[in-house]
């Protein structure tokens, strides 16, 4: 699945899962007391469907990972997948806040917890991507000093090695 269609599908599957969550909810407060016993339609099924829609945002957290792979080495900047990403990252926060403010059958507790974390991994995913992307754009500020690059590495393995014993 293409990362451009993978990530608005995966985040309209999760949100149409919270509208379930909710109709659920409705349907056993009106339920008649002979018809508790049975079993809700869609209940049971909906166990399978988080674990699918858990299941696509690992995947997507496996793709994002090669993402963040490529970037850290890559040496050009795409406007185009920096804005898309920005506009991602919005909409997964967004989708992480409906998640945690869902009401959840306690069914379904553990599968829900599972698509929150795959929807975090995500996320952090995004926002490291993001981080990189801003680094094409900051540029570093440069210092005058009389130190030598040289003389420099010796007070960082100084530091490094006074740090090494305090700790």
């Not at 909906?46 to 850290?72: F, P, Q, R």
């Not at 898309?84 to 919005?90: D, F, H």
């Not at 698509?115 to 801003?134: D, N």
């Not at 393995?157 to 700790?167: F, I, M, S």
Request: charged share 20%; aromatic share 6%.
């Amino acid at each position: 699945m293409a990362i451009k269609a993978a990530a608005p599908a995966l985040i309209v599957a999760a949100l149409a899962l919270v509208g379930d969550y909710s109709t659920l909810s409705r349907q056993a407060g009106t339920r008649e007391v002979r018809e508790a016993s049975a079993p809700v339609s869609g209940l049971s099924n909906l166990g399978s469907v988080i674990a699918k829609v858990t299941e696509g945002w690992l995947e997507l957290d496996s793709i994002y990972a090669k993402t963040v792979a490529t970037l850290v080495n890559a040496d050009t900047f795409d406007e185009g997948k920096y804005l898309k990403n920005i506009e991602l990252l919005k909409a997964v926060r967004q989708l992480e806040n409906d998640l945690n403010g869902a009401n959840v059958p306690t069914a379904f507790n553990t599968e829900h917890l599972a698509l929150r974390r795959a929807v975090a991994k995500v996320r952090t995913r995004m926002v490291a991507i993001h981080g990189l992307y801003q680094q094409f754009s900051i540029t570093p500020d440069v210092f005058q000093s009389e130190l030598s690059g040289e003389g420099l590495r010796d007070l960082a393995d100084h530091t490094t090695l006074r740090l090494g014993h305090l700790a």
